[in-house]
């Protein structure tokens, strides 16, 4: 099976890296020449063993047959578009980004198959040719558009562990209220998952998220109960956040599409949620 990642960021290349020790034909597009050029003179590190995976910033060598799996952050995702709309028309895409805003932007590509991908696994980006593997999770996906069928092989890859859902938007949502809990505090906070329970201020903020949360999208009850937020917390207690990772690395943060596109979902309004997604974005701009 073969596969086209696209970013070679954390999760590029880690899911670049696993593709390759699981047997796969695996190229990396990257944004820059020169990163492709470290990769493929070292490799990627991940956990002390070195993955050699074909990289460059080019795209016209993707082979026709491979699944592209797109995994750049919400903020180039319009890059990516912009080429998608003239090249690679009868691969099948997997959108692997973090919240729901981008589902609006791929709406409109040529392509037939396309779906959305979660990646529950924790990476940490080292450098531009390492990354840490720090909790080992699952990839989810849903059908965006197509036929189903296409993308049942992204389960059977060995040493991959892989789940179809039928219900994109369910997926998706679940992992953006969670995202919504935890990723806001653990930046504004500086604190790492577990801290949001060892902290008593912490944990009572996160008690306080859920139920402005639960008033606003009941469901929740049944999509994603308080449990499973304090339990993921909990396995991943020394896991640094993608969005504090990113305030650290002095990086654009997703804000928009996790908390913005909460707010903007929500029938009434979330007061919390408001306050830390105005104080988010005052202290990107600084």
Known sequence: MNFAVIGAGAVGMLTASLLKE??????LITRRAEQAEKINANGIKRDGKVYFVEASSEWHRLPPNAFILVAVKYSHLPDIIKKLKSCCLDNPLVF?????????LIRNLPQQN????IVEHGALKISETEVRHTGKGIFKFALLSGGEKRFLPLLNINGVKAEWHKDADKMLFRKVLLNTMINPLTALLSLKNG????NPHAYELLKNVYTELYSAFPEIETLLPFEQVTALCASTAENTSSMLADKLAGRQLEVDTILLYTIRRS?????????????LKAAEKE
Do not use: K
């Open 22 to 27: 699981a047997g796969c034909g695996v190229q």
């Open 195 to 198: 801290e949001l329970l060892s």
């Open 96 to 104: 692997m980004q973090n919240g729901m805003m981008h589902i609006e």
């Open 114 to 117: 396309i779906a959305a991908g």
């Open 267 to 279: 029938p009434y309004a979330l007061p919390i949620l408001q306050t830390f997604y105005h104080l």
